[in-house]
């Protein structure tokens, strides 16, 4: 029954690859809201963990308050697919029209042109994937680390779907690390935006995330401090763009990179950009699209740390 569920849930993806990118703008993105809606009334696991999520970071908020933030939150996770399905049959011009950056970009591009490479902290906001086609169309090579995902036919789709959109893609597995490493000590001028605000492994970073202990991935910092590249905080949110759905990234300050066998160097990085990541999730809460525990108060070290697709479906 297992495997039969996990190939209904693949064909149910494919099938609506191909269907959604037929509907017009405004049918596909009102069916994904109610599709929402139906989640939020159904409370279950994923809905209670972002609620739970949400009012840690947004403590001043009454219950009321807290419902209506949860219901657009879910929204804008789902939003997610709705662009994720279309992006494949979106012009380049289509792109560049939808999404907008602002803080730091000149700073990070110029690195890019002196010939060096650069490191991005991404968090689950927004659309990330629309911000990585076009960093691909006027950057250059996009270097980036995909979740697994169960089941593994799930996971392949997802992996050629963005390989297709111009980005460089490496399973998170072990090994990728050095894999990553690697492609930065060839000097070429890539970006390689990493998803860190969830630890996925047994090696993360604890940090303070709006007041509470949370748990990080220590990639981008452990990069950043062993070669001494900029390392950026990157935060997404949507913003209306006519009757579509456009991406505001915001492009953060550098953070400061703890010198390689410094005390902590890691940790210290890793909360720097923590601290700017925490700061854009306060003021645009319903675009962190964190469904899963991150905080040490609601981890339980028992759980199993497979990525199924229903994860990457809440994410």
């Known amino acids: 029954m297992t495997r039969l569920r996990q190939r209904a849930t693949v064909l149910a993806f494919l099938l609506a690859w191909r269907v959604l990118r037929l509907l017009p703008t405004r049918a596909a993105y009102a069916l994904f809201d109610l599709a ?11 809905v ?21 933030l949860v219901a ?15 992006l494949p049959s979106v012009s380049g011009t289509d792109v560049d029209s ?31 994937d629309l911000a990585g086609v076009w960093c691909a169309r006027h950057l250059g090579t996009v270097v980036t680390v995909a979740e697994r995902l169960e089941p593994e036919e799930m ?5 050629d779907y963005r390989e297709q959109l111009g980005m460089v893609i490496h399973p998170a597995e072990r090994g990728t690390y050095e894999r990553l490493r690697a492609q930065l000590a060839t000097g070429e001028p890539v970006v390689m935006p990493l998803l860190a605000d969830r630890d996925l492994s047994a090696s993360g970073v604890e940090v303070d995330l709006c007041g509470h202990r949370a748990r990080m991935a220590a990639g981008p910092a452990a990069l950043a401090v062993e070669t001494g590249l900029p390392l950026y905080p990157v935060t997404l949110r949507h913003e209306r763009v006519g009757r579509r759905w456009g991406m505001v990234v915001t ?19 890793t909360q720097a950009c923590a601290d700017a990541f925490g700061s854009a999730i306060t003021r645009h809460t319903a675009d962190w699209h964190m469904m899963q525990r991150v905080f040490v108060d609601d981890l339980d ?3 199993d740390r497979t990525i199924t ?7």
């Open 36 to 46: 929402a809606d139906r989640t939020v009334a159904g409370n279950g696991s994923s």
């Open 48 to 68: 209670q963990r972002l609620r739970a999520n949400y009012a840690r970071v947004r403590p001043e908020l009454g219950p009321q308050e807290l419902e209506a």
């Open 72 to 86: 657009e939150g879910v929204r804008a996770s789902l939003r997610y697919y709705v662009e994720a399905f279309r």
């Open 98 to 128: 939808l999404v907008r950056f602002e803080g730091a970009m000149p700073e990070l591009k110029s690195h890019l042109l002196a010939g060096r490479p650069v490191l991005a902290f991404l968090g689950h906001t927004g659309n990330w």
């Open 155 to 159: 996971f392949r789709a997802f992996l």
């Open 251 to 269: 492009v953060h300050d550098a953070v400061t990179v703890a010198p390689a066998g410094s005390p902590d160097a890691v940790a210290r990085t």
């Open 301 to 303: 070290p028992a759980r």
């Open 309 to 315: 697709t229903a994860d990457r479906s809440a994410a």
